[in-house]
């Protein structure tokens, strides 16, 4: 995810209520506009041109979310109030005219779904993980990570929060700890004992503050080690770190490039586990994005996924200040 940036977001109130339905959207280069419906508000919504449109959608009631996606959202919308009785609220996402396509629609319905799923702030009522079978232009990926962004950010505004991990309890930290006391190791340029800098492999060409981070994968198994540079913001994937075997398409060319050419320098190995790899010598990545992507085979917010040894995300240390 980008880095925030200042933006002005309208909120428009159709019927005047404040507590019924509320378009949100940016006032300037929007790509988007969020539409937030009470379910005993469906008729109102009914009536307004946007029912007509297609775009994706959250269904949301108690700690329930459904994620989809439609060509016509009000017949969609109808289906859903009639079968199922679990939500309360729903959050319908309309498409401006230039990312109108099919593509676009079945590329954010899955990057919502692996996004809220990897979150886990929610119990998913979908039945699939979305559309997996599109290949999908690199201009359209590009498309939808900044149509992702700014679907976050509107939700965010509305204090919806699908998409971002749930802060642990002081025991599930304790835990964390506890479970990666065994990866725990010091920054190169804090350590002096040459044999230990030796056995992560770590470039003599890495300096700058760095912190220990740890990434896990949506089973909870700790699967990367490396170092975050504070100053940089990338991250230094340490020898021994698994990566993920099965590469999804959705991964930048540019990254599933370097997957590629890890492969072919015979910098992965067979692991005990055989999902995945093993990282046999320390890599560098230009983003904690990149780094979880890479390590758990498909797009991730890295900002969300490294944590350092208290347990916290890079998000929470160095973002949200």
């Not at 309890?169 to 065994?182: F, P």
Request: charged share 25%.
């Amino acid at each position: 995810m980008s880095k925030p940036r200042s933006q002005t977001i309208r909120i428009f109130l159709p019927s005047g209520n404040p507590r019924g339905i509320r378009k949100v959207e940016r006032t300037s280069n929007s790509n988007i506009r969020l539409i937030e419906i009470p379910r005993t508000d469906l008729h109102l919504f009914y009536e307004m041109k946007e029912a007509g449109d297609m775009g994706i959608y959250f269904l949301v009631g108690g700690n329930q979310l459904y994620i989809g996606q439609t060509m016509d959202l009000s017949t969609r919308i109808k289906q859903h109030d009639k079968t199922k009785a679990f939500w309360q609220r729903a959050f319908i996402v309309v498409l401006n005219n230039d990312f109108r396509t099919l593509d676009h629609l079945y590329c954010l319905e899955k990057t919502a779904i692996e996004h809220a799923q990897a979150a886990g702030r929610f119990s998913l009522e979908n039945g699939t993980a979305g559309n997996t079978h599109r290949h999908l232009h690199d201009s359209i990926r590009s498309d939808c990570e900044n149509i992702f962004d700014e679907i976050d950010t509107l939700l965010a505004v509305l204090n919806q929060d699908f998409f971002n991990e749930k802060q642990k309890s002081i025991v599930e930290v304790e835990a964390l700890l506890e479970a990666t006391a065994q990866f725990e190791i010091h920054p190169a340029q804090e350590n002096s004992s040459k044999d230990n800098i030796n056995e992560y492999s770590i470039p003599n060409t890495w300096t700058g503050r760095t912190i220990t981070v740890f990434c896990r994968s949506r089973d909870k198994i700790l699967r990367g080690k490396g170092l975050f540079n504070v100053e940089t913001e990338q991250i230094l994937l340490l020898e021994g770190t698994m990566i993920y075997r099965k590469i999804s398409e959705t991964l930048s060319s540019g990254w599933r490039e370097i997957y590629q050419q890890w492969l072919a320098s015979n910098f992965l190995a067979d692991s005990k586990d055989p999902d995945y790899y093993v990282l046999q010598s320390a890599q560098l990545c230009t983003s904690p994005s990149m780094a979880a992507a890479l390590v758990l085979g498909n797009n991730r917010n890295g900002w969300q996924y490294w944590r350092t040894e208290r347990g916290l995300t890079l998000d929470e240390v160095y973002r949200k200040k």
